[in-house]
């Protein structure tokens, strides 16, 4: 969950009016309910974006492979993959938006979407869409991200929601069971306590207050507690909340009377990455990737780390990416680009979920990401192929994986940056100040909160 980018990444709620197994004219799917032969139609090439680049020759390989074996089961389709990275620059992506040359299947972060819709830059694929197999099955608060009313826009790559990473190695430290991780707030206090005391250096709960981060965890608490960042329509804040004050209560007293945050503060994405890596941060907020990350960039064992749902979440703040078609982009286009997404992006045993491939490259297979089906049948397809090919303690996100499937996944707020800035102020005077005013805290980023919103189209 790399504050990617942040953009941040970050973050997904309309009901998905499930639309039913179909097949176009050019998409025909075969019996077995993988993408099939195609019908015999005129010649169509598409660009596509997001190819792995070069400097990532495993994911490039397996991509090249994919588009080699689509266009022989499509001979009719030819895929120009663009491999820009990365895939989304943020110094020529709009430009490329308002001149109409993006590819004629574009890649887009959940946050961009309804943007990029109501801008008139992405095509309405509805009349086709129905010929996606699986569209039915999945997750609606994953597909409401691509809809608007009644249309549909795009379909999802990946997604991901928020839990609570937790070193079970410390768990077992301090006493408790890495098997049974807190599933309430006051249950973190007491296990960042122990924790805590288990000697000089280690830090109980972690978590961030500079850099627009501290404002994106206080979103994540407070989507967990029920709470809402903005009202309805989008132009007021509605974080002054007693979802929000509780956010900071939480966090005030388990740094200044439960002492189980450490005394550094002011943190970012890298400074809770290394703590963790460095085997004495026990808890923060984040998803299956920050285990990753860790274990990747920070010297940390995928062995020592769980993740299980945040405590008592209503709702879980959630990002992801997925495609969007060229306005431009013809009927024969978008058909086949919906061919070759339904290939590669949503089908199980193929494509980004080849977990046997994967296996063989020697990437990690067995974090609960992404959960684009939920509990249906293509969903728990994929999840026991994940587990057929893991490379990765499965069991130590069991918790996370199966609170997923029934928790609201939401995207950030409007505005996210700006509005995760303002907070950053809220959440680093709690943590750094023990006679912080949280009342007024909230209040003066209410206040400028509104002006930012105002402003909003």
Same mark, same amino acid.
């Given at each position: 969950?790399?504050?990617?980018?942040?953009?941040?990444?970050?973050?997904?709620?309309?009901?998905?009016?499930?639309?039913?197994?179909?097949?176009?004219?050019?998409?025909?799917?075969?019996?077995?309910?993988?993408?099939?032969?195609?019908?015999?139609?005129?010649?169509?090439?598409?660009?596509?974006?997001?190819?792995?680049?070069?400097?990532?020759?495993?994911?490039?390989?397996?991509?090249?492979?994919?588009?080699?074996?689509?266009?022989?089961?499509?001979?009719?389709?030819?895929?120009?993959?663009k491999d820009a990275f990365p895939?989304?620059?943020?110094?020529?992506?709009?430009?490329?938006?308002?001149?109409?040359?993006?590819?004629?299947?574009?890649?887009?972060?959940?946050?961009?979407?309804?943007?990029?819709?109501?801008?008139?830059?992405?095509?309405?694929?509805?009349?086709?869409?129905?010929?996606?197999?699986?569209?039915?099955?999945?997750?609606?608060?994953?597909?409401?991200?691509?809809?608007?009313?009644?249309?549909?826009?795009?379909?999802?790559?990946?997604?991901?929601?928020?839990?609570?990473?937790?070193?079970?190695?410390?768990?077992?430290?301090?006493?408790?069971?890495?098997?049974?991780?807190?599933?309430?707030?006051?249950?973190?206090?007491?296990?960042?306590?122990?924790?805590?005391?288990?000697?000089?250096?280690?830090?109980?709960?972690?978590?961030?207050?500079?850099?627009?981060?501290?404002?994106?965890?206080?979103?994540?608490?407070?989507?967990?507690?029920?709470?809402?960042? *903005? &009202?309805?329509?989008?132009?007021?804040?509605?974080?002054?909340?007693?979802? +929000? %004050?509780?956010?900071? #209560?939480?966090? /005030? =007293?388990?740094?200044?009377?439960?002492?189980?945050?450490?005394?550094?503060?002011?943190?970012?994405?890298?400074?809770?990455?290394?703590?963790?890596?460095?085997?004495?941060?026990?808890?923060?907020?984040?998803?299956?990737?920050?285990?990753?990350?860790?274990?990747?960039?920070?010297?940390?064992?995928?062995?020592?780390?769980?993740?299980?749902?945040?405590?008592?979440?209503?709702?879980?703040?959630?990002?992801?990416?997925?495609?969007?078609?060229?306005?431009?982009?013809?009927?024969?286009?978008?058909?086949?680009?919906?061919?070759?997404?339904?290939?590669?992006?949503?089908?199980?045993?193929?494509?980004?979920?080849?977990?046997?491939?994967n296996k063989g490259q020697g990437?990690? *297979? &067995?974090?609960?990401?992404?959960?684009?089906?939920?509990?249906?049948?293509? +969903? %728990?397809?994929?999840? #026991?192929?994940? /587990? =057929?090919?893991?490379?990765?303690?499965?069991?130590?996100?069991?918790?996370?994986?199966?609170?997923?499937?029934?928790?609201?996944?939401?995207?950030?707020?409007?505005?996210?940056?700006?509005?995760?800035?303002?907070?950053?102020?809220?959440?680093?005077?709690?943590?750094?100040?023990?006679?912080?005013?949280?009342?007024?805290?909230?209040?003066?980023?209410?206040?400028?909160?509104?002006?930012?919103?105002?402003?909003?189209?």
């Amino acid at each position: 969950m790399k504050p990617r980018n942040l953009s941040m990444l970050l973050a997904a709620g309309i009901v998905l009016t499930a639309a039913g197994c179909g097949s176009d004219s050019g998409a025909q799917k075969a019996a077995d309910t993988k993408p099939g032969t195609a019908a015999a139609d005129a010649p169509v090439t598409i660009t596509v974006g997001c190819q792995p680049p070069k400097s990532n020759p495993l994911e490039r390989a397996a991509w090249d492979e994919d588009v080699a074996a689509f266009q022989k089961l499509h001979p009719n389709i030819t895929i120009e993959s663009k491999d820009a990275f990365p895939c989304i620059n943020p110094d020529t992506f709009q430009a490329k938006l308002a001149g109409g040359t993006m590819e004629d299947v574009f890649y887009v972060y959940f946050t961009d979407v309804q943007k990029i819709i109501a801008a008139g830059q992405a095509a309405d694929i509805s009349p086709y869409v129905s010929s996606v197999t699986r569209l039915g099955d999945l997750r609606p608060d994953v597909m409401s991200v691509f809809k608007s009313g009644d249309k549909t826009y795009g379909l999802p790559r990946t997604n991901y929601s928020t839990g609570l990473v937790y070193n079970r190695k410390l768990f077992a430290q301090a006493g408790l069971d890495p098997n049974s991780p807190p599933k309430t707030w006051a249950e973190v206090q007491e296990a960042a306590k122990k924790i805590a005391a288990l000697g000089p250096g280690h830090v109980g709960f972690g978590e961030y207050s500079a850099g627009n981060t501290g404002g994106w965890h206080f979103t994540a608490s407070l989507y967990g507690r029920g709470g809402e960042m *903005v &009202g309805p329509d989008g132009r007021t804040a509605a974080f002054n909340s007693p979802e +929000g %004050k509780a956010v900071l #209560e939480n966090l /005030k =007293k388990m740094r200044w009377t439960d002492n189980s945050m450490g005394a550094k503060q002011l943190l970012q994405w890298e400074d809770l990455m290394r703590m963790m890596g460095g085997g004495k941060l026990g808890m923060m907020i984040g998803a299956p990737d920050v285990v990753q990350s860790v274990n990747n960039d920070f010297k940390g064992k995928f062995d020592d780390y769980g993740v299980t749902a945040l405590p008592e979440a209503k709702a879980s703040l959630s990002g992801g990416d997925g495609y969007l078609f060229n306005p431009k982009a013809t009927p024969e286009k978008i058909k086949a680009g919906l061919l070759w997404l339904e290939f590669h992006e949503l089908t199980p045993d193929q494509g980004q979920f080849n977990y046997e491939r994967n296996k063989g490259q020697g990437r990690p *297979v &067995g974090l609960p990401t992404p959960d684009l089906y939920g509990d249906t049948a293509p +969903g %728990k397809q994929i999840v #026991e192929t994940r /587990k =057929k090919f893991a490379t990765v303690p499965v069991e130590h996100f069991a918790p996370y994986a199966e609170a997923s499937t029934t928790i609201q996944n939401k995207i950030e707020p409007p505005r996210a940056q700006e509005l995760y800035a303002i907070l950053d102020v809220a959440m680093s005077a709690v943590l750094t100040r023990q006679d912080a005013d949280i009342d007024k805290l909230l209040a003066d980023a209410e206040a400028k909160a509104n002006k930012v919103l105002a402003k909003s189209s």
